[in-house]
């Protein structure tokens, strides 16, 4: 069983709608956790980071924490068809150095 | 600020021939990271520099594999010999090793074994 778990999708939503996602994991000494967007034919760029449970907002993109139930969300408010890219969460701990140990992604699919 | 340059985009090799990728980390960090993702999946980590020092290879296939970064600036991976199943997206990040956990991602080598 891989550490770090996320529904490959497609995930297929029309414009304006809300994009959820998420990941699962099992490593509880995970210390921070981040949302990764990747373009086709492009290196995974930096969305959101946080280090603590509980909500953290940013423009349209709010990322959700729950460490007890070892469980990560990304939602995305007024969905656009810029945003169709695989969303990649990514988990670390400041002991590994920084290593992070990434889900599969979602391919997420908006539509006009 | 030019992002983390990496070289070449696609390369297609025979299997049992050589390979290998260049990567221009971001200018002032001094920790360099070279991934691999396979088709479908999450990037994993090959190796972590910090400066010239490889101070996580943990990962690194060491019997084909090899990675230098000589004057803690720029930094090469290479195959030998690469095999069928070496067919990925190779990514190099890097980051400045202080504040924010994550770091820049390069555009990666995509890498197709024949």
């Known amino acids: 069983q891989k550490e770090v778990e996320q529904d490959p999708g497609p995930l297929s939503v029309p414009e304006g709608a809300i994009v959820s996602l998420n990941c699962t994991y099992s490593?509880?000494?995970?210390?921070?956790f981040m949302w990764y967007r990747q373009y086709s034919r492009k290196g995974p760029e930096l969305l959101m980071y946080?280090?603590?449970?509980g909500n953290k907002e940013d423009g349209r993109f709010t990322a959700q924490v729950d460490k007890s139930s070892k469980y990560i969300s990304l939602f995305i408010r007024d969905s656009q068809p810029s945003d169709s890219a695989t969303y990649l969460c990514?988990?670390?701990?400041?002991?590994?150095?920084?290593?992070?140990?990434f889900g599969g992604g979602t391919r997420v699919l908006v539509k006009p | 600020e030019a992002g983390v340059v990496q070289s070449p985009r696609y390369k297609i090799i025979e299997k049992k021939q050589p390979v290998a990728f260049w990567c221009n980390p971001i200018?002032?960090?001094?920790?360099l990271y070279w991934y691999r993702q396979n088709l479908g999946q999450g990037p994993e980590l090959l190796i972590r520099?910090?400066?010239?020092?490889?101070?996580?290879d943990s990962q690194l296939p060491k019997d084909r594999f090899s990675a230098e970064r000589l004057k803690g600036v720029d930094s090469t991976l290479k195959i030998q010999p690469a095999e069928l199943g070496d067919s990925a997206v190779y990514l190099c990040?890097?980051?400045?090793?202080?504040?924010?956990?994550?770091?820049?991602f390069g555009s990666g080598t995509r890498l197709t074994v024949v």
């Open positions: 990040a890097s980051s400045s090793g202080q504040g924010l956990p994550g770091y820049t």
């Open positions: 490593n509880s000494a995970f210390q921070y």
């Open positions: 946080t280090y603590s449970s």
């Open positions: 990514a988990m670390g701990k400041q002991a590994a150095g920084n290593k992070l140990t």
């Open positions: 200018s002032g960090h001094n920790t």
């Open positions: 520099y910090e400066n010239e020092e490889a101070v996580d």
